[in-house]
């Protein structure tokens, strides 16, 4: 059944495709594939994808052996020995991990120990599935990251069964939703929708990241006040304070990854700003500062979470002003005004950031002599900023304007500025990408394929629109380079599920991109003629 709320993908006034919100796929529609025959001269057929080009293919479905899992894990021997869990959460709570993903308080999680390898018989109703849920969860998480790139201080642990852990969690969820709601229970949803972004699966990611968030309503965290700035008599005792500013570091978690999956998929938000208290930790933009370089990442004095918060926050309202449902109803002078304000509010946190970490209006190799990005956090950053500037101006692409003759030349001049900001953004982003591809953890390829995937996608329209102009050549040879700088990241993945085939997709994308850019620009060549 056809979708009725379906994201149509513009470009310079061109029905280009649509994103599916069910799915988060895009798909080109008629006038698209017109549009590219028009520029290219060539045919190309209809394509059905089942799956967005920034995420792993799906594979076909085996159901785990459920009664095998939980019998496993309804046994002390269904989980490792407390030693190999200790060893994995001293590398959670000496590296920056703990930081970026803060899901686990070791302080709390002992108690999640404890009902965990209790013995079945000793106390059933201590003995719940969320426990063992959120531990096999938790092992996972962590040994999917890299050891050195996250700063650890501790010894490196001993292998274990990722794969088998994460069907274990998964198994438990369904017994997990009929407790009582627990910590535990959210701490699991939300490991799992983490898991699911670093291993490609955009989709599982954002269905475990809903129910987090449903989680997190019913707990009252969105609108928790952090205790750390009520007066103290006012929050209870220690442990009392200590859970509730867990819970409110979770809130945040949960709220990052929402608003990123909103942009990535077209799917409504699920914790909206008008419910939530959108408060920051006190000091936190002081201590996310001071603790985003190499140097101190480890010992951060605060959470700094995937995302700085406040970049969240407007790309949380980028969606709700441009890309929600209301917002694609705008008419032209609305959605002109949505980006202007967008494009300030940005430009305000830009300057937010200390001049050495904040990133440039346009990036170039030649000029990057004082730049200091030396951690994935920052590369991340600047790659969140690209991304920002692309969708708030790529937005101006759908004004009626663009197909209108009557168009005033002054509106015309506006929204031709912004699709160039937009371009140029992309352009940013994609050499930015390059430069500091050292700078890019192992295992971290599905995190951030998205960002220069969408960026590839509007340098291609804009070839594909002005064949003729003087960046041309340029824009081109950048969509190789971006290319092999993908393949290039794509081989230091540490999964034994990311396969060659799932290279072979992603570059072979990007291969038809480039291939169609330059028939467009050879054919814009031959019918100008000789000079």
């Known amino acids: 059944m056809r979708a009725t709320n379906e994201r149509i993908i513009h470009f310079a006034g061109w029905k280009i495709g649509n994103i599916a919100p069910q799915i988060g796929v895009p798909n080109l529609l008629p006038e698209g594939l017109r549009w590219i025959e028009s520029r290219t001269g060539t045919v190309i057929p209809l394509p059905n994808l089942c799956h967005a080009p920034w995420e792993k293919p799906p594979l076909s479905y085996v159901s785990p052996d459920l009664d095998d899992v939980h019998e496993v894990a309804s046994t002390p021997s269904g989980l490792p020995a407390r030693t190999v869990l200790k060893r994995y959460l001293d590398v959670y709570t000496s590296s920056a991990i703990h930081t970026i993903f803060p899901v686990i308080n070791s302080s709390l999680f002992s108690q999640t120990i ?22 096999f969860a938790f092992l996972a998480l962590v040994s999917s990251l890299d050891h050195l790139a996250t700063r650890c201080t501790a010894p490196k642990p001993p292998p274990i069964p990722r794969d088998e852990y994460v069907m274990k969690a998964q198994a438990l969820l369904s017994a997990l939703l009929q407790e009582p709601l627990n910590l535990d229970a959210l701490q699991t949803a939300l490991l799992l929708s983490i898991l699911g972004i670093l291993t490609g699966e955009l989709q599982t990611a954002t269905n475990y ?14 609108t928790m006040r952090d205790p750390c700035a009520v007066p103290e008599p006012a929050v209870g005792g220690s442990r009392d304070k200590e859970t509730r500013k867990h819970l409110r570091g979770l809130f945040w978690l949960c709220y990052a990854l929402d608003k990123d999956f909103s942009l990535r998929t077209g799917q409504s938000h699920c914790l909206r700003d008008e419910d939530c208290d959108l408060q920051l930790p006190p000091g936190y933009t002081e201590k996310l500062h001071s603790g985003m370089r190499y140097s101190s990442m480890g010992n951060a004095r605060g959470l700094l979470f995937p995302i700085d918060l406040r970049l969240s926050m407007i790309k949380s309202q980028i969606y709700t002003a441009l890309y929600s449902h209301r917002g694609l109803q705008k008419n032209d002078a609305e959605v002109i005004r949505s980006i202007r304000e967008l494009d300030e509010e940005l430009e305000l946190w830009r300057m937010s950031m200390p001049s050495n970490l904040r990133p440039k209006l346009s990036f170039a190799k030649e000029n990057s002599e004082d730049q200091r990005v030396d951690t994935m956090y920052l590369v991340l950053t600047h790659l969140n900023y690209y991304f920002c500037v692309n969708i708030i101006h790529l937005a101006g692409s759908r004004c009626e304007a663009w197909r209108l003759s009557s168009t005033p030349a002054g509106m015309m001049d506006g929204l031709r500025l912004s699709l160039t900001l937009s371009v140029e953004a992309s352009r940013s982003l994609l050499l930015f990408l390059n430069y500091s591809e050292s700078l890019v953890s192992v295992g971290s390829f599905w995190t951030l394929l998205f960002y220069p995937m969408s960026a590839m996608l509007t340098i291609f329209c804009n070839l594909l629109e002005n064949p003729r102009a003087e960046s041309a050549a340029s824009d081109t040879q950048l969509l190789a380079v971006a290319e092999h700088t993908t393949e290039r990241v794509f081989l230091r993945q540490i999964s034994r599920a990311d396969k060659a085939a799932h290279l072979q997709a992603i570059t072979g994308f990007i291969f038809s991109l480039r291939d169609l850019a330059q028939q467009a620009v050879h054919q814009a060549t031959k019918e100008s003629g000789p000079s």
Do not use: E, Q, V
């Open 209 to 222: 990241n809903s129910i987090a968030s449903r989680f997190i309503i019913a707990l009252g965290a969105h």
């Open 114 to 135: 404890r009902a965990a390898y209790m013995l079945p018989g000793h106390n059933k109703k201590t003995h719940c599935p969320s426990s063992r849920a959120c531990i």
